[in-house]
């Protein structure tokens, strides 16, 4: 049972649009999400956080949104840059256990 | 300024041998977790470490896996005779404080079972 689903393995954006991640939960009772980046043969990097009371937080290119009714958050990271290509995990919560995904990888194209 | 140290970062082993991951979270971390990731898959966690104390093993295989976190020392994580389906990288995090903090993770061992 996959609490947490990334149902888009992999996408590709032009350098300077935005790039959107998406990322469903099920379980009601996490209430706190984080975004990770990937590179290949290295561990996770921290990107971004938000808590359940909020909806918003955003950290330089970073805005991660959520929208606790639909139990959907999403990263977007506006300029891209070519740097940015990596494997992206979202992580849910409720106490010290994270929950993750299965990881989006993005292509950022020159 | 380091970051959580694994070691080692490659470890290849034949069936039925031991494998032993050590882990030394971030400075001023008491917390370590450890987690698994199978190809194509998302990372798993299995273990939730103190020092002296284990605080939830729910996401451990109940035979052949254990982990410490000693007074002194790193985090080791021990599976016993290696099986093939072992075979993944695992992944040491460590933060501050226990839940709603952010875990910061190390680069990961990959584990090799022939």
């Known amino acids: 049972d996959q609490q947490v689903k990334q149902n888009s393995p992999s996408l590709s954006v032009q350098e300077g649009r935005i790039s959107i991640l998406n990322c469903d939960y099920t379980n009601s009772m996490f209430d706190y999400f984080l975004w990770y980046k990937k590179y290949p043969a290295e561990g996770p990097t921290f990107l971004i956080s938000?808590?359940?009371?909020?909806d918003k937080n955003e950290d330089g290119r970073f805005t991660v949104f959520l929208n606790k009714s639909a139990k959907h958050l999403s990263l977007h990271i506006v300029p891209s840059q070519p740097g940015d290509s990596a494997v992206y995990f979202c992580a849910a919560s409720g106490t010290y256990k994270y929950i993750f995904g299965t990881g989006t990888r993005l292509k950022v194209l020159a | 300024n380091a970051g959580v140290m694994q070691n080692p970062r490659h470890l290849v082993r034949r069936r039925g041998q031991e494998a032993r991951l050590r882990c030394s979270p971030m400075?001023?971390?008491?917390?370590v977790y450890w987690y698994r990731q199978l190809p194509e898959e998302g990372l798993k966690f299995m273990v939730y470490?103190?020092?002296?104390?284990?605080?939830?093993e729910s996401g451990m295989p109940k035979e052949r896996f254990s982990a410490e976190f000693p007074k002194e020392g790193p985090s080791i994580l021990r599976i016993q005779q290696v099986v093939r389906g072992d075979s993944a990288a695992y992944f040491c995090?460590?933060?501050?404080?226990?839940?709603?903090?952010?875990?910061?993770f190390g680069p990961g061992t990959r584990l090799t079972v022939t």
């Open positions: 938000i808590s359940s009371i909020k």
């Open positions: 995090a460590s933060s501050k404080q226990g839940a709603a903090y952010e875990q910061y």
């Open positions: 400075k001023g971390h008491s917390h």
């Open positions: 470490l103190q020092k002296e104390n284990i605080i939830d």
